[in-house]
């Protein structure tokens, strides 16, 4: 008895293409790396907090601050300024020698600017994982810096999505009360500084301050391990497309596979290809189109592709 060679597709070898990507990223020495610098991004941040506030309260004193609480209250914004603050310039101690505009010698102290909120750059390597298996592409902009390429419309409403989740764009949640991973950041650790909110009128000098860079680096590791780890899986999927392109049947790709120590079966084409077809049933979109039942992307593409084969089997 023949056995009838499954034949592959667009849609198929993009199936075949996500099973290879998941197993690079698996087994990349990379995704470890990642996980490690947001590891150790979190054991710092946890050490900052406190050698912050101790950095803060030994150049204001929690009594100073009290006092000018006190003369607020009394006198309102002639009782001095207060700011709940949760960005920080740290400043070395001991000055270098430098030159002006001028080329005179001069003393200068280097800073470094910590800050206990984040922004979308680093949130969004931050919660890679979580991001993706929204559904939604962590990977947007590190994709663009890797191909050299142009921005498109993929790449903006890639960022608008990601954005929305993170917190920095438009909000869904009418009552307010909805906590995004931008406000929680923001608001994990203030201290009462005396000044402005203008986070650059003050300098906290401390013997402390190339841990304070170190710090500063790991969280800039965090957006590098992601970059590193994209572009590692990316040059290999580069590969794996164009060899794809060029596989007729299923059991080409499956040889290439086992090759790979990847695990691949038929049957991920056989659920990729009915999926529409579930999804589609009276029943089952009767269900996803009710206001309580929110339809995922891989969903909404199913439906849609499974319109557009009707479509061209009518015509």
Not at 205 to 225: C, G, M, P
Request: glycine residues 4%; hydrophobic residues 30%.
């Amino acid at each position: 008895m023949t056995i009838k060679r499954q034949t592959l597709n667009a849609d198929k070898r993009k199936v075949i293409a996500d099973v290879f990507q998941s197993h690079f990223e698996d087994n990349s020495k990379y995704k470890k790396q990642h996980q490690d610098a947001i590891t150790n991004y979190n054991l710092m941040r946890e050490q900052a907090k406190v050698k912050m506030n101790d950095l803060v309260r030994f150049h204001q004193p929690q009594e100073d601050v009290d006092t000018i609480k006190r003369m607020i209250a009394k006198y309102n914004s002639n009782g001095g300024e207060l700011h709940h603050d949760n960005c920080f310039y740290v400043q070395s101690d001991t000055p270098r020698m430098d030159k002006d505009y001028n080329g005179n010698p001069k003393e200068v102290y280097d800073e470094v600017h910590i800050k206990f909120d984040a922004d979308c750059d680093f949130l969004t390597s931050y919660y890679r994982d979580e991001i993706n298996a929204k559904g939604l592409d962590a990977d947007y902009d590190v994709r663009v810096d890797h191909s050299g390429k142009d921005k498109n419309p993929t790449y903006y409403k890639a960022e608008t999505n990601v954005r929305n989740h993170l917190g920095f764009g438009g909000r869904n949640d009418e009552s307010g009360n909805q906590m995004y991973h931008k406000d929680e950041w923001e608001n994990d650790f203030k201290i009462w500084v005396i000044g402005t909110s203008y986070c650059h009128s003050r300098q906290f000098q401390t013997k402390d301050y190339e841990w304070f860079n170190k710090f500063k680096s790991a969280q800039e590791n965090v957006i590098l391990a992601h970059k590193n780890l994209f572009a590692n899986v990316e040059r290999k999927m580069e590969k794996l497309r164009m060899g794809l392109k060029s596989y007729r049947y299923f059991d080409q790709a499956k040889e290439l596979a086992d090759k790979l120590g990847v695990v691949l079966n038929e049957s991920v084409l056989n659920e990729s290809s009915s999926m529409a077809l579930s999804i589609y049933s009276p029943t089952n979109l009767a269900d996803l189109l009710t206001d309580e039942v929110e339809q995922t992307r891989e969903e909404k593409i199913a439906i849609a592709k499974q319109l557009l084969r009707e479509q061209q089997s009518v015509n």
